[in-house]
């Protein structure tokens, strides 16, 4: 056999009968056989054969299958290596976005323009409909209590004693509506555009700008009294049952047979609980009942009945419970215990 | 440190002292201003019925009258003499003395009522 020069590893790698001599020497005995004679004439060329014979052998080998221990230590080496590169520039992160593909990108900038639009529309709504971003508010005044209100429209109102007013404090651009249960006087803001409705139970007021009082407690009959301008007072359930009042008129709505009657007032009285004066004229026993449990917060329980008729006429300011009653008992002839909200009246009976 | 707080601790109950002494001298001098002293004198116009003089005290003094006006007939006219000046309860002294009206006062207030009341034990 003559060889060729062989002077260097990829002498050996690239030489046809040496790879063949690695690969299938123990099966082709001839080309051993050449290979170890050649060896013996050229003893200085061993450790070279034998460098080269590792390699084709390293290459030949077949592939292992990865451990689980080396497949984690693999992973957290490529996660660690991730994470470095990502904390080390934005050109890296330019990178990465780089790899986000198209096709998601378009559906991130169709959805962020769905997002603005929404947004958008939103505020162009509300600027169409104030009320809908008004919240609802709850004036309640306990016993005794007198409050001004001031309105978002620069309507006010006069709050008495054991009252309540809801409204809103946006209102809309085609009526202002409150609610009342109690009694309150309002100065209404003229505004032709935007009616004024007070809802106190069975019945409404209309105004378009205006001064005047309602009294609405539960389980009285329901009055609304004008001092200023003109207001429609208007059945709730029956539109067609309605009164026009003229200043100093008062419309008086009777719960039991849901009629209205018109009649004079005194100002003076209709109004006096504004400097929070109790005022009785001509007061009977109900009267006198209701007005002092509504300023004093009481539960007033008469024992039993006078001699006489009651009429009371007398009034009171910001006086305590018990001078009031006092004064009450020694003009029409009673005794009075007081047990915490609770008060039983006694009528006396006349000395002969 | 010890004197510091000494010294919060005095103007503390300074202050509390000050406050309470101005309120208490506040609540007495307005509750004294509000009585009417029964020699308080008005001097009578020609209105002399029951209701016309209740009207006249009112509105010179500040008391208030309160009646059941079941009790008392609006026209009851008294012979007082006018244009001169009438003590308070030398008034009503006399308004008792010729009709059957009596009165008790619970301060400024006027009790009015015709009858007297059995008082129960």
Request: charged share 25%; net charge negative; proline share 3%.
């Given at each position: ?32 056989e050449?290979?170890?004679?050649w ?59 780089s ?31 104030d ?9 309640s ?14 309507s ?102 849901s ?32 007005q ?17 008729e ?43 | ?11 503390l ?13 506040y ?95």
């Amino acid at each position: 056999m003559k060889k060729k020069n062989l002077s260097n590893l990829t002498d050996f790698l690239s030489d046809d009968s040496f790879v063949n001599w690695v690969r299938y020497g123990n099966e082709n005995t001839a080309i051993a056989e050449e290979w170890d004679i050649w060896l013996e004439q050229n003893p200085d060329k061993q450790v070279l054969v034998s460098e080269a014979k590792n390699y084709l052998t390293l290459l030949n080998s077949p592939v292992k299958p990865m451990d689980v221990s080396s497949k984690e230590l693999l992973r957290s080496k490529i996660l660690g290596q991730i994470g470095q590169n990502r904390s080390t520039s934005s050109s890296d992160d330019k990178n990465i976005r780089s790899m986000i593909p198209w096709n998601k990108m378009v559906w991130y900038a169709a959805a962020s323009v769905v997002i603005i639009a929404s947004v958008l529309a939103l505020r162009v709504l509300n600027v169409d409909t104030d009320s809908s971003n008004a919240s609802l508010i709850v004036q309640s005044n306990a016993a005794g209590d007198v409050t001004k209100i001031s309105l978002s429209d620069g309507s006010e109102v006069l709050l008495s004693t054991s009252s309540t007013l809801q409204y809103l404090d946006n209102f809309d651009k085609t009526k202002r509506e409150v609610t009342l249960i109690g009694e309150a006087f309002f100065n209404v803001v003229p505004d032709p555009n935007r009616p004024f409705i007070v809802s106190s139970g069975e019945v409404l007021t209309e105004v378009l700008g205006t001064k005047f009082n309602v009294k609405a407690y539960v389980g009285e009959d329901i009055e609304v009294s004008l001092t200023e301008g003109k207001v429609k007072v208007i059945e709730n359930d029956n539109s067609d049952n309605q009164l026009v009042l003229s200043p100093s008129e008062r419309a008086i709505f009777a719960k039991h047979s849901s009629t209205f009657e018109k009649t004079p007032f005194e100002e003076e009285y209709a109004t006096a609980w504004m400097d929070r004066k109790i005022v009785f004229r001509e007061a009977d026993l109900n009267v006198i009942k209701s007005q002092l449990e509504k300023w004093y917060d009481v539960e007033i329980n008469y024992l039993n009945q006078p001699s006489s008729e009651t009429r009371l006429n007398a009034e009171f300011v910001k006086e305590p419970f018990d001078k009031v009653l006092k004064t009450i008992g020694s003009t029409l002839g009673f005794d009075f215990e007081v047990e915490g909200k609770r008060v039983e009246i006694d009528f006396l009976s006349e000395e002969n | 440190m010890l004197s510091s707080l000494n010294l919060k601790v005095i103007l503390l109950r300074t202050i509390l002292i000050t406050v309470f002494s101005v309120l208490f001298f506040y609540t007495y001098a307005e509750s004294a201003q509000e009585f009417t002293n029964p020699e308080d004198t008005i001097s009578l116009s020609f209105d002399t019925t029951v209701l016309g003089i209740f009207e006249q005290v009112e509105r010179q003094t500040n008391l208030k009258f309160a009646y059941n006006a079941s009790d008392i007939d609006p026209t009851l006219e008294f012979d007082l003499e006018i244009e001169k000046t009438w003590m308070i309860s030398e008034l009503l002294d006399e308004i008792s003395r010729v009709s059957e009206l009596k009165f008790s006062r619970i301060d400024n207030y006027i009790s009015v009522r015709i009858r007297e009341y059995k008082k129960k034990r």
